[in-house]
C-alpha cells in the first residue's frame, strides 16, 4: 500500500486537476499570508481574508478527497 507522500507524488505527476488544486491552494496561502501581515485590516479586508479562507479549506478538502480515492 503506498503512503500519503507517494500518492501525493503520484497524482502531481498524473493529474492535472490535482496540481492544479495545489498550485490554487498555494496562491490562497500566498495571499492570505500578505493579509495576515498587516496590522489592521479594513472590513473588505477582513472579507476577503475570510472568503480566502473559505476557498483556501475547500481546494485543500478536495485535495484530500483526490488522495482518499486513489488509495481506495
Do not use: C, G
Not at 12 to 17: D, F, I, L, P
Not at 18 to 28: A, G, I, P, Q
Not at 33 to 44: A, C, D, G, S, Y
Request: proline share 1%; glycine share 0%.
Amino acid at each position: 500500500m503506498l503512503t500519503e507522500n507517494a500518492i501525493v507524488e503520484q497524482l502531481r505527476r498524473t493529474n492535472t486537476e490535482f496540481r492544479d488544486l495545489e498550485e490554487s491552494h498555494h496562491r490562497l496561502d500566498l495571499e492570505l499570508n500578505e493579509l495576515q501581515k498587516r496590522h489592521v485590516l479594513t472590513p473588505n479586508e477582513e472579507i476577503e481574508k475570510k472568503r480566502i479562507q473559505k476557498e483556501k479549506l475547500a481546494t485543500k478538502d478536495k485535495l484530500a478527497e483526490f488522495v482518499r480515492i486513489h488509495r481506495d
